[in-house]
Nanobody, 121 residues
Framework: VRLVESGGDSVQTGGSLRLSCSVS????????MAWFRQGLGREREGVAA???????FYADSVKGRFTISRDNAKDTLYLQMDNLKPEDNGTYYC????????????????WGQGTQVAVSS
């Protein structure tokens, strides 16, 4: 199983980024997926998750600013991030295969290597 994130960059406050996560060697369409982030010195936290049926979940801190989506034809997960804030800084990870119904908990079987997001004020 390979999960490869891309799209991380440095932006100013209020800017936008779109993260992508390509999935290979994995029954992508059969599993719930999510985005997590981890800031320096902080625990990994769930940002957004999407079930197989398309139901979406968001952390309160990103509601109204971030949008998770999946393209099953391309085996790719996306995270559109708008109105970025300095507190959104961190490494963003793609995860697949949740082991709990609580999809924003970091209990997934597979993880990507992460992509860096830096938001300057």
């Amino acid at each position: 199983v390979r999960l490869v994130e891309s799209g991380g960059d440095s932006v100013q406050t209020g800017g936008s980024l779109r993260l992508s996560c390509s999935v290979s060697e994995y029954p992508y369409r059969s599993y719930n997926m999510a985005w997590f982030r981890q800031g320096l010195g902080r625990e990994r936290e769930g940002v957004a998750a999407i079930r197989v049926d398309g139901t979406k979940f968001y952390a309160d801190s990103v509601k109204g600013r971030f949008t998770i989506s999946r393209d099953n034809a391309k085996d790719t997960l996306y995270l559109q991030m708008d109105n970025l804030k300095p507190e959104d800084n961190g490494t963003y990870y793609c995860a697949a295969g949740s082991m709990t119904p609580l999809l924003l908990q970091p209990e997934y079987t597979h993880w990507g290597q992460g992509t860096q997001v830096a938001v300057s004020s």
